[in-house]
């Protein structure tokens, strides 16, 4: 349990990259709600049916962003706590150390 347990450290990139893609996740998900239960823009002309698969696209959207927004996000949160740590690149590289146990 202790393996999945090391993305929810607190303080961790992986937490900050997890918790926005499941911020992602539900506002997608919102999103393709409201395409399926709004009606589509354009009118229907006589002898042909609009067949509206705009949440479709959107889901399929959702999907492969939701496996590649991790990775984004969690390098968003390296560079953050890089240049906006009060003791910049060395004093969050030391703080790294000590979290890892190395000396």
């Known amino acids: 349990m202790k393996v999945l347990s090391w993305p929810l450290k607190t303080n961790s990139n992986w937490r900050i990259a997890l918790d926005l893609t499941s911020v992602l996740g539900i506002v997608g998900l919102f999103y393709v709600v409201i395409l399926l239960t709004s009606p589509p823009p354009i009118v229907p002309a006589p002898g042909w049916p609009i067949v509206d698969k705009r949440?479709?696209?959107?889901?399929?959207?959702?999907?492969?962003?939701?496996?590649?927004?991790?990775?984004?996000?969690?390098?968003?949160?390296?560079?953050?706590?890089?240049?906006?740590?009060?003791q910049g690149i060395a004093g969050w590289a030391s703080r790294q150390c000590l979290m890892s146990g190395s000396n």
């Open 55 to 86: 949440w479709l696209v959107a889901l399929c959207g959702l999907g492969v962003s939701l496996v590649y927004f991790p990775l984004v996000a969690k390098e968003i949160a390296i560079y953050y706590h890089l240049y906006h740590h009060p």
